[in-house]
């Protein structure tokens, strides 16, 4: 669990409600002293696995909650992601596979692995009927 446990945000099922995140990531940052530099990986990472949960995560169409919540510890930031969407663990997502000479790139398939990089540890977990994904930056 994040360090911090007052630092939590739950948006609807909507993309429109992405920037209500990244408001409270910004300013969590600014709260403790993360480096802008962090700070803007996180986005990044915030935004891709926010996006896909809202994108993939409910087939059902319904309304449904996206809780994140932001914790500072011990020199690194955590990011935790709590749903009630179909099970996917990213952790099973394949590398995208190099491109032939000459081969056009085809969209998707890159922004789990572009998570894995600007990231040092994520962590998924089925808990009853939700997904928990937890990122790791390290702040050294």
């Not at 926010?50 to 932001?70: C, M, Q, R, T």
């Not at 009853?128 to 790791?136: F, P, S």
């Amino acid at each position: 669990m994040p360090a911090d446990p007052g630092a939590r945000v739950t948006i609807g099922s909507d993309l429109a409600n992405l920037p209500k995140l990244q408001h409270a990531l910004d300013h969590f940052g600014r709260q403790h002293g993360i480096p802008v530099e962090a700070i803007n990986q996180l986005q990044v990472v915030l935004d891709e696995l926010a996006s896909n949960i809202i994108k993939y995560a409910w087939p059902d169409g319904a309304v449904h909650e996206l809780s994140v919540s932001f914790g500072a510890a011990d020199g690194a930031v955590t990011l935790e992601f709590n749903d009630d969407g179909a099970a996917f663990n990213p952790l099973d997502a394949p590398p995208p596979r190099p491109l032939q000479p000459g081969e056009r790139p085809r969209p998707g398939g890159v922004g789990l692995h572009m998570v894995r990089q600007l990231v040092d540890g994520m962590a998924y977990a089925r808990i009853g009927a939700t997904n928990r994904i937890t990122i790791t930056k390290r702040l050294n």
